[in-house]
């Protein structure tokens, strides 16, 4: 008798429900882990403004003009972040980080200020904020 070469229909679709099954796995996990990612230039942003003011501050004695175009704390563009400065005095700054609209990384809202104090104010459906909010949000379960 001759033996059969190929694969059967069966056999096919076996596998190809395995592939399936797969991907509906590891596509989601994927997705979190490219975010994640792309939620290390806020991180970077920030801690580098925040160098940046207080090389402003060692040299004016105030943050009030700090973020001005030509100074040398002016914000740095980012790929998915937009950087701004918010509650600038004499004594007072918070920066903030927040996700391009449009980008996998819209929804997050991540702030500085003068003390050092790291908040997530804001994350996008499916992912939690930190409990207490004195952190930076690096998982979807709001681990810090």
Do not use: H
Not at 134 to 142: E, I, P
């Amino acid at each position: 008798m001759r033996q059969p070469n190929g694969f059967t229909l069966i056999e096919l679709l076996v596998a190809v429900a395995i592939v399936g099954i797969l991907t509906a796995i590891a596509l989601p996990s994927y997705r979190d882990y490219v975010t994640r990612g792309k939620l290390a230039e806020a991180y970077q942003l920030l801690a580098s403004q925040r160098v940046k003011m207080e090389q402003y501050y060692q040299d004016v004695r105030d943050y009030t003009n700090a973020c001005a175009a030509g100074t040398v704390a002016t914000p740095s563009p980012g790929t998915y972040f937009t950087l701004t400065c918010a509650n600038l005095g004499p004594n007072t700054y918070t920066l903030n980080a927040t996700g391009v609209a449009g980008s996998t990384v819209t929804g997050f809202v991540f702030t500085l200020d003068q003390n050092n104090n790291k908040t997530t104010q804001a994350t996008p459906a499916g992912w939690s904020l930190p409990a207490p909010n004195n952190c930076w949000s690096r998982t979807k379960g709001g681990q810090c």
